[in-house]
């Protein structure tokens, strides 16, 4: 089905079609519309106009009104102030409007078939690692961005850049030929649970890093074994892919509890750009892009200055002839951009890397591989806090793990769904207690502006007050409930009823989703989507508590509330996925 176009587009145009008529001069002028608290909608542009025009805004602006004609669309336009014009619009255009994006899939959101590609870059933990409470943002803000950009249309590659590369591989390896046991799995053949996996990782990495800062000769043999590593050695190269392998199976039960979708294709470490590297640099030295300095390759900057006023240099490849993060980055941009073809490039990075994102950027700028056609861009995020507005640590002072943190999210969820529940079994209320509690501490992630940093409270993110997803989820429960109540009442749209205020507002909300998805997939923006969703379920609140739906005067008002609440329950639902938090049909 084609897109619906929005009462406000459809406004818009009418609008756009007086002034055209009323003020020929003015060619295409754009009546800047916005949603307002004085009507439904507000223009202002006939301010500039005038200016434009020396002519008296208000005399304008109800020249503008006298060459609109009656429509069934706008109610009513008034002139306010300098020539503001204050619009209303019909019932049965609000309800029509509605009806026809009821009537689709999509809730006549646009599908945008001419989409480019994007390649996202998130979720990327590290090899032998342990996920912490730093790796939570990345993966919930770039899990979100692929189901918003998909849901537009966008072609999305998912990458999750692994730390699965660099020296203290040597160090690992080394440990496990002495050690050859360190990885096995008490039962074997049987199926191993991340936290064995990630145990056995925990306990090999601290006796490795012990042996190696107090033994000297084992230091050695660590070292020679990197070199073994990066050139290739087969042996050296099937225990490295023992410690990656060991990882995933610890990755994978990280993700399936955050319920998120990651899969192997997906994953493309470090390692993967090995054999490109060589090359970057090649390219980067002959074309003059990067320089030789004091023995290393490096890319200098004139904006771009330490403390002493020096430049600092974006280093490639390093004097001894190692390569750092900037030669696997440039690599990984090569890839996407000349493979998998990509028209942008979305990095979901601590805002703390930035000066490093932005100096991979202006290289791969001027060696040519991002240009006016390929854009890259880092999705920047801040950093978790714990209550007291710190960064998040344990009591001890160490990181907080990610698996712990999430296991308290859904202990305090399945409370709280125990305590409302009605008639839900254990065994649902620990569904249920699941879905609560990834959905709360995802939600308290995307509806924060993703630069700023926010503050990890349980006990605010599980409360069924306020700006949480408990609130939308229930809000959603709340709906399907009256649903289930209807009996033989069947939601249906009724343009020829007149509206009750809360239900005007909320069908004037519930038409701006397209909208909100489009800006939302522009400015790589979550929180914007998750702020429209709680004021669709606040509207609904309202709505719900001054609008009898089942005990409305008429049948025809009943199937009317219940077709306002089906559509409300339809986007909050669609809405809430794309963030990637569930809606539980009870609680």
């Known amino acids: 089905m084609a897109s619906v176009p929005s009462l406000a587009s459809t406004v818009q145009q009418r609008l756009a079609e007086g002034l055209s008529a009323a003020l020929p001069e003015a060619g295409s002028a754009d009546p800047l519309l916005r949603r307002s608290d004085r009507a439904d909608f507000q223009a202002n542009g006939i301010l500039a106009l005038a200016k434009q025009l020396k002519g008296n805004p208000r005399e304008l602006a109800t020249k503008v009104v006298e060459s609109i004609p ?90 999750h850049h692994i730390g699965d590369w660099g020296t203290q591989f040597g160090m690992l390896i080394q440990y ?42 084992f230091k050695t043999r660590a070292r020679a074994r990197v070199v073994d590593l990066q050139a290739g050695d087969e042996e050296t190269l099937a225990l490295w892919q023992r410690f990656v392998d060991e990882s995933k199976i610890y990755f994978y039960s990280v993700f399936e509890k955050l319920d998120m979708d990651v899969r192997d294709p997906d ?81 979901v990075v601590d805002a703390r890397q930035s000066l490093h994102f932005k100096m991979v950027f202006e290289t ?38 990610l698996v712990d943190l999430l296991d308290e999210a859904i202990d305090r969820a399945s409370a709280v769904v125990r305590e409302k529940a009605q008639d839900l079994t254990e065994e649902e209320i620990a569904e249920r207690g699941a879905q609560v509690g990834i959905g709360a501490v995802k939600y308290a992630d995307l509806s924060t502006s993703a630069a700023r940093d926010y503050k990890f409270d349980l006990d605010q993110m599980v409360s069924l007050n306020g700006d949480t997803s408990v609130y939308l989820q229930y809000a959603y429960a709340r709906i399907q409930s009256i649903l289930r109540k209807a009996g033989d009442a069947e939601p249906a749209a009724h343009p020829e009823l007149e509206l009750a205020p809360s239900e005007r507002a909320l069908g004037l909300h519930l038409d701006g989703f397209g909208e909100t998805i489009a800006e939302t997939a522009a400015e790589y923006a979550p929180h914007k989507l998750a702020a429209y969703l709680y004021q669709l379920a606040s509207l609904y609140t309202t709505f719900y508590s001054e609008c009898p739906v089942l005990k409305a005067d008429t049948p025809e008002q009943v199937e009317n509330r219940l077709f306002l609440c089906d559509l409300t329950a339809r986007t909050l639902h669609q809405g809430m996925a794309l963030l990637g938090i569930r809606t539980p049909e009870r609680l």
Request: hydrophobic share 40%; with cysteine.
């Open 70 to 159: 009656a429509n069934d669309v706008l109610k009513e336009i008034e002139v306010s102030g300098p020539g503001f014009l204050n619009i209303t619009v019909s019932d049965a255009a609000i309800v029509e409007t509605l009806a026809a994006r009821a009537a689709d899939a999509r809730l006549g959101v646009p599908l945008n078939e001419a989409a480019g590609t994007t390649v996202i870059d998130y979720a990327q933990p590290n090899v032998a690692k342990e996920m912490h409470v730093g790796h939570l943002r990345s993966a919930v803000i770039g899990a979100a961005m692929v189901e918003i950009l998909e849901f537009t249309g966008e072609t999305v590659v998912r990458r």
């Open 176 to 217: 496990l030929i002495e050690h050859p046991h360190e990885l096995d799995h008490k039962d074997e053949g049987a199926e191993v649970s991340g936290e064995e996996a990630m145990s056995n990782l925990n306990r090999l990495y601290k006796a490795s890093r012990a042996l190696f800062d107090a033994d000297e000769e």
């Open 267 to 347: 994953i493309v470490g470090e390692s993967g750009y090995n054999d490109m590297l060589q090359e970057t640099c090649r390219i980067l030295e002959e074309s003059g892009v990067a320089v030789r300095s004091e023995g290393a390759l490096c890319v200098f900057f004139d904006d771009i200055k330490g403390p002493d006023g020096n430049p600092v240099p974006l280093i490639v490849q390093k004097s001894d002839g190692g390569f750092g993060y900037a030669a696997t980055d440039l690599s990984a941009i090569r890839d996407r951009v000349q493979n998998l073809k990509a028209t942008s490039l979305l990095y």
């Open 364 to 401: 791969a700028r001027r060696a040519g591989w991002l240009n006016d056609e390929v854009k890259a861009v880092q999705l920047a995020f801040g950093t978790v806090l714990g209550k007291d507005g710190k960064p998040f640590k344990t009591r001890e002072g160490e990181t907080v793990r």
